[in-house]
């Protein structure tokens, strides 16, 4: 099993920024994939951002390009995934979600493609 923590989310001012991490721990795999969703209230989940096993593929959202990056880190087995977001956007505000699953090839913005969710961090952007 794989377990997920975020953390760094908050309330900013539209066109702030900000950072969320997302630790995993538990059993390790060299093809762990991973990625960020959010949902806001009323609305479906949706991908903003997928980083595959290497961190040599990354996948976003038309709608965060160009303003959040994703990352990940390796450190002693760990991995622990970034995202960082700038230039928000009221429309940014959710609860967003990390995950993570075992796969090889690319960046995937399915959510079927992962096993392992965390609980969630709200971000809310005012305007």
């Known amino acids: 099993q794989v377990q997920l923590a975020e953390s760094g989310g908050g309330l900013v001012q539209a066109g702030g920024s900000l950072r969320l991490s997302c630790a995993a721990s538990?059993?390790?795999?060299?093809?762990?994939?991973m990625a960020w969703f959010r949902q806001a209230p009323g609305k479906e989940r949706e991908s903003v951002a997928a980083?595959?096993?290497?961190?040599?593929?990354?996948?976003?959202a038309d709608s965060v390009k160009g303003r959040f990056t994703i990352s990940i880190s390796r450190e002693n087995a760990k991995n622990t995934l970034y995202l960082e977001m700038n230039s928000l956007k009221p429309e940014d505000t959710a609860v967003y979600y990390c995950?993570?699953?075992?796969?090889?090839?690319?960046?995937?913005?399915?959510?079927?493609?992962?096993?392992?969710w965390g609980q969630g961090t709200q971000v809310t952007v005012s305007s």
């Open positions: 995950a993570a699953g075992r796969r090889w090839g690319g960046a995937a913005m399915s959510m079927g493609q992962y096993d392992y």
């Open positions: 980083i595959n096993w290497s961190g040599g593929s990354r996948e976003y």
């Open positions: 538990g059993r390790t795999f060299t093809n762990i994939a």
